[in-house]
């Protein structure tokens, strides 16, 4: 409650639409806004009218935080775009005239950290941050090295297969996400 008043603090809250991929805080953040705001929360999910038609094999196994990114999208930048988000999963989702066709997934920034220093009993705790050198000559600058620029070259990588298998040299790409801004210097998505 607390962090969400300072958030909150200085906006007039009328209406709250909730993308939530933890669902067992949805009656956390439920009883949250009906307690300060008197406002029940729509919970973004099957039923719910976006305007985006989803056309995955699955529908419902798309998520509503994948949703809510090409809401925003969509409605900020091209009805056909590529939304790159990076969170504890990087996701990659191709939205063609407001139709969701399909997503990549992959471990995060923090996911890989994780797995690599949990999996190795002599590497350092590292910050993520860009490295002092590409080439590291310290523990901490080459794990850092690899893991930024490793998965900035596969964000590179991914985005570059996508725009040529579907022959779109020009396809807009939105980056989005917690690790967003650290990445965003080092990969080409024009």
């Known amino acids: 409650a607390m962090t969400l008043n300072l958030m909150f603090k200085e906006i007039p809250v009328t209406a709250v639409i909730i993308s939530s991929v933890v669902p067992e805080l949805n009656d956390v953040f439920r009883e949250y806004f009906q307690a300060w705001y008197e406002i029940t929360p729509v919970f973004l999910g099957a039923g719910v009218k976006t305007g985006i038609k989803v056309l995955s094999d699955n529908p419902r196994e798309v998520g509503s935080d994948l949703i809510a990114n090409v809401v925003a999208a969509t409605e900020q930048y091209a009805k056909t775009i590529l939304v790159v988000d990076l969170g504890t999963a990087t996701t990659f989702t191709y939205v063609e005239n407001l139709g969701l066709k399909g997503v990549i997934i992959t471990t995060g920034l923090t996911t890989s950290r994780n797995a690599l220093i949990s999996k190795t009993s002599q590497l350092p705790q ?26 900035a ?17 020009s396809l807009p790409v939105v980056l989005t996400g917690g690790h967003a801004k650290l990445i965003l210097s080092l990969i080409h998505i024009s």
Do not use: F
């Not at 590292?126 to 901490?140: A, H, Q, R, V």
């Open 153 to 169: 070259s596969m964000i590179d990588g991914i985005i570059g297969r996508i725009k040529r298998q579907l022959g779109n040299p």
């Open 126 to 151: 590292i910050e993520l941050e860009l490295p002092n050198k590409l080439i590291g000559t310290t523990s901490i600058d080459s794990i850092k090295s690899g893991i930024v620029y490793g998965h």
